[in-house]
């Protein structure tokens, strides 16, 4: 700014907030688009590739490739580096997968690798703006969902529109691994990998509650008015939200699925909540639908069918440590997202195989009177999550419900057989972390007293 430049305050307003001056990606594709100045670009995400790592002068830096396309269907590539990167990943992780995501990255910087054009974040200069509530990003939604609604209208399909993110990096790695029993010792709030198997899933506490449509939280009926009615002569219904902060002044309360199941994997079981948006992306429903269907049925069971048929499939499962979890020590978690890629779930259960071998490994290092002490502490690992012979038998109940409902895919349900190895359900008092373990029989054969007992054959 020149040292006698003067201010003064505008009336009339013009142009954009941010003043954007977007590129189209024609010119970017055609190469007449300048490479000598920073340029704006605005386009929905279509496909976010692996993050890469380069390292210079000492320092590592971190990068991702981002696929964009705009409302004529031209495709250009997007390179963030570092921060930027983190903040689109931070945003894609606690989206629904499919969600349309609009970009503005505006001062970027355009260049050319192998005959494919790149436009790249520029240090601090670059403005990265995702989803904003801006009127340019707002526009272009509009008019991306009216383009798909004419195709779909007139036979011509829809366009590549939703986002493709790769599970890979989600699950493998931008977020921490860790086993059932580890993840009450996390003291931050932050996502989890987990992998297990569906266990069981709770039925007694319900799967879905009448939520408000404004903040999700419960509803209730507030005390009917006995003086008001509707225009079919019928009591008047008046629905209250119980979050005191909810901005609704009339509820109108809509079904949201909360579905509580355990998890086990090797080390032990954990207690996680599937919600609406990644249960309508598992089951193809609205909770609407879903709630619907259960109920037409007329079905004496206490779940969906789609509900049992979880129980002995193994997922990898993206959960969330809350302030909530930490700050009241609530051990039942929420699922962010969860997939049964096989190839995903393989590449996470090596972190059990790997440790088992680091681990015996250390203990055959061990002297001979450390590792008796050690090999206690290891078969009471799973003595960390507390369950009952009465779970366990509602487990088993909802594997034969499973079986009998996917017999025509053979699921092998084997859980029974697992659990069984973990806890002995003949003896409760055995699976206490309160009480100590009783002896077992097999303990008591050492004992010189112990005598078997041999039945009585009737004559």
Not at 90 to 97: C, E, G, H, L, Q
Not at 221 to 230: D, L, M, R
């Amino acid at each position: 700014m020149h040292y006698n430049t003067k201010i003064v305050r505008s009336v009339n307003t013009f142009g954009t907030c941010y003043g954007f001056s977007f590129t189209d990606f024609k010119s970017i594709n055609d190469r007449t688009a300048p490479e000598t100045h920073t340029i704006d670009i605005i386009g929905s995400i279509i496909k976010i590739h692996e993050k890469n790592t380069s390292e210079k002068n000492g320092k590592q830096y971190e990068r991702r490739t981002v696929e964009l396309q705009d409302l004529e269907d031209n495709i250009i590539y997007m390179t963030l580096w570092d921060n930027y990167e983190n903040k689109l990943i931070k945003y894609i992780s606690n989206v629904p997968a499919g969600t349309k995501v609009i970009v503005i990255l505006q001062f970027g910087n355009l260049q050319w690798f192998g005959g494919k054009n790149n436009v790249n974040t520029t240090y601090d200069i670059t403005r990265l703006l995702i989803n904003d509530d801006i009127q340019e990003i707002s526009t272009f939604k509009n008019r991306l969902i009216e383009k798909q609604q004419n195709q779909n209208s007139s036979g011509l399909g829809r366009s590549s529109s939703t986002l493709f993110y790769s599970l890979h990096d989600d699950f493998l790695v931008d977020h921490m691994f860790k086993k059932a029993t580890e993840v009450n010792q996390v003291r931050e709030p932050k996502p989890v990998i987990i992998v297990g198997t569906i266990a069981y899933v709770e039925e007694h506490t319900g799967w879905y509650y009448e939520g408000c449509t404004t903040c999700t939280k419960k509803v209730y009926i507030k005390s009917p008015n006995n003086n008001e009615a509707n225009t079919d002569g019928e009591q008047k219904v008046e629905w209250k939200c119980i979050n005191t902060d909810c901005p609704a002044e009339y509820v109108t309360p809509t079904p949201r699925l909360k579905i509580e199941m355990r998890v086990e994997d090797a080390s032990g079981i954990i207690s996680i909540t599937l919600f609406g948006r990644e249960a309508q992306r598992i089951f193809k429903k609205t909770p609407k639908e879903f709630v619907e269907k259960h109920l037409k049925d007329g079905s004496n069971k206490l779940l969906p069918d789609d509900l049992y048929a979880l129980v002995g499939r193994k997922y990898a499962f993206k959960i969330d440590i809350t302030e909530f979890n930490l700050k009241h020590t609530y051990e039942v978690y929420g699922i962010n997202k969860m997939t049964d890629d096989q190839t995903i779930i393989h590449e996470l259960e090596k972190n059990f195989h790997d440790e088992q071998a680091g681990d015996s490994a250390s203990l055959n290092n061990m002297p001979v009177h450390q590792q008796s002490k050690q090999k206690d502490i290891v078969s009471s690992y799973s003595e960390n999550i507390t369950t009952t012979a009465t779970v366990i038998k509602s487990v088993e109940k909802q594997q034969c419900v499973a079986a009998e409902y996917e017999n025509h895919n053979s699921v092998n349900v084997n859980l029974k057989r697992n659990l069984r190895d973990i806890y002995d359900v003949d003896d409760p008092a055995n699976v206490s972390t309160s009480k100590a373990r009783t002896a077992t029989i097999s303990q008591n054969k050492l004992n010189s007293n112990f005598k078997l007992l041999t039945p009585k054959i009737e004559k």
